[in-house]
């Protein structure tokens, strides 16, 4: 993403998908635009007889769950000539208002995304000047910009033969096979197996060829149980997402 500047001055922008807040409608913020932190998900019960709460967060999973991240940015409208208030009006609500974007990228943190969907809040205009409210809820985890597929390769390590496969991205089942998958994200992913046979991972059937998402794999280690006879491939995407 391209940084802008005024007189030298950093106009601070966010780019949303294709649109970037100062290249295509001027709009300078009124204060720097930060996006605020998501907030946890808690679970505390008060219990006649007991000091405190009880904390029932992390209960029915060993890892910590979070709302989507809600705030607002507030902007300028720098009218010229070719850019009044009102075609910067319309364009905003027509391109920006409702619209969900898997990229949202702030000017001054340039190696993060964000995803999630935009409203336009409030516009005002006065005789001194045009502001204009953008609200968001975005999802709470940031990405990389630069996040991709990554396969692991457990053989790599060049392990013992005695010690479970973790990392892979294929393997063979020869009657019933243990699997024992690590998801090093902090967050629950979906695995998609590409199978040569069809078999079974528990009780789900899977067929031959590709099973999108046939997997959810939680932070930490999975372990499946797999019956058949089938060659089968393992992939699932490293978002690299962070708090």
């Known amino acids: 993403m391209n940084a802008f500047f005024v007189n030298d001055v950093p106009v601070h922008s966010i780019t949303f998908g294709s649109y ?4 295509r409608w001027h709009l300078f913020p009124t204060t720097r635009p930060l996006i605020a932190p998501p ?4 679970k505390l019960e008060k219990v006649n007889g007991y000091n405190g709460y009880l ?16 705030g607002n940015w507030d902007f300028r409208v720098i009218e010229t000539s070719q850019n009044s208030w009102a075609n910067v009006y319309n364009d905003i609500v027509d ?6 974007f898997d990229s949202i990228v702030l000017q001054d943190e340039p190696t993060y995304k964000y995803r999630g969907r935009l409203t336009v809040s409030t516009w005002k205009n006065n005789q001194q000047e045009t502001t204009i409210t953008i609200k968001y809820r975005l999802y709470p985890y940031k ?6 597929v990554k396969d692991w390769l457990w053989d790599e390590l060049d392990l013992t033969s005695n010690v479970d496969d973790i990392f892979y ?18 967050h629950a ?14 009780n789900q059937r899977l067929v031959s060829g590709m099973n999108k998402g046939a997997l959810t794999l939680q932070p930490g280690v999975n372990q499946f149980y797999f019956t058949g006879n089938s060659t089968i491939g393992l992939s699932y995407i490293m978002d690299e997402e962070v708090l």
């Open 20 to 23: 970037n807040t100062w290249e």
């Open 39 to 42: 907030k946890p998900v808690t």
């Open 55 to 70: 904390d029932y967060t992390k209960v029915l999973s060993n890892y910590m769950t979070f709302n989507d991240r809600e």
């Open 95 to 100: 391109k920006l208002d409702g619209k969900y």
């Open 143 to 148: 990405i990389l910009v630069s996040s991709s």
């Open 169 to 186: 991205t294929s393997f063979a089942v020869n009657g019933y096979a243990y699997k024992s998958i690590i998801n090093p994200n902090s």
């Open 189 to 202: 992913v979906s695995a998609d197996l590409n199978c040569s046979a069809a078999c079974k991972v528990g």
